[in-house]
């Protein structure tokens, strides 16, 4: 079954990461004229439209609601309505909710559009200066500390630099299990709180990296050159 020409579309839109100044043109027209915007949490959605000086109908779709919503958003969209798709904060879907509407979209034959900015992955690449050509992203870990490890340990016998995410309250868990799967050595590259004002980039080994960072909390990508133990054979 495919929707018929007079579908709307979704435009999938990047939002500030932080800065609020980060939003395109582009952004603010399209979310100017759809008819209504899908975002995270409701909350962070109405502070961003409030900030544009839009009024505009929203639809949470989150973790929680995922799999119930996507039909409803469907509908909307067959009947010709044309929604913006955003997250908290960044380029949706990329670690966010959101693909479940997309295969569904996809499968239906419904139009979606990118809309692209800002996006805390690759604002930390552009300011890493380890050999980014290729990488692995491993994005956020399981919550469980045994699952962590399992995946850590199967990570420091990777051929490429790793890219690691995780919400900011385990920041310094997440660097500390990186040490003992890694080696104190390894190298890295914490790209935190990007485009705020307590913006901070810390480079050098693991090791250094923790001592520097003192138990922060903040947002954060976590890149880790390729690791050293498949480097050197050792720590």
């Known amino acids: 079954m495919h929707a ?3 579908a709307g579309t979704l435009y999938v839109v990047a939002t500030p990461i932080g800065n609020s100044a980060d939003i395109t043109r582009r952004a603010v027209d399209v979310l100017s004229n ?3 915007v899908v975002c995270e949490e409701r909350k962070n959605g109405a502070r961003l439209l409030k900030e544009l000086g839009l009024e505009k109908p929203q639809i949470e779709l989150n973790e929680h609601n995922e799999s119930s919503m996507t039909q409803d958003i469907l509908v909307l969209l067959m009947q ?3 929604l913006a798709l955003i997250s908290d904060c960044g380029t949706p879907v990329f670690s966010d909710p959101g693909r479940q509407l997309l295969v569904l979209l996809a499968e239906m034959n419904i139009r979606v559009a990118p809309v692209p900015g800002a996006s805390s992955l690759i604002a930390a690449i552009s300011v890493c200066p380890f050999d980014l050509g290729q990488f692995q992203f491993a994005g956020f870990l399981p919550p469980k500390t045994e699952q962590r490890q ?5 990570l420091s016998r990777a051929d490429q630099p790793i890219i690691l995410m995780d919400t900011p309250y385990r920041l310094g868990k997440l660097l500390l299990e990186v040490q003992q799967a890694f080696g104190k050595n390894q190298r890295v590259c914490l790209a935190c ?3 705020l004002p ?3 980039i810390y480079l ?5 990296v923790i001592r520097q960072v003192n138990n922060r909390k903040a947002e954060f990508i976590l890149i880790l050159d390729r690791p050293r133990r498949k480097q050197f054979g050792r720590l």
């Open 193 to 195: 709180d990007l485009t």
């Open 150 to 154: 399992s995946v850590l340990s199967r």
């Open 198 to 200: 307590g913006e901070k």
């Open 80 to 82: 010709g309505q044309s």
């Open 4 to 6: 018929e020409n007079t």
């Open 204 to 208: 050098g080994s693991v090791e250094e």
């Open 34 to 36: 759809v008819d209504a």
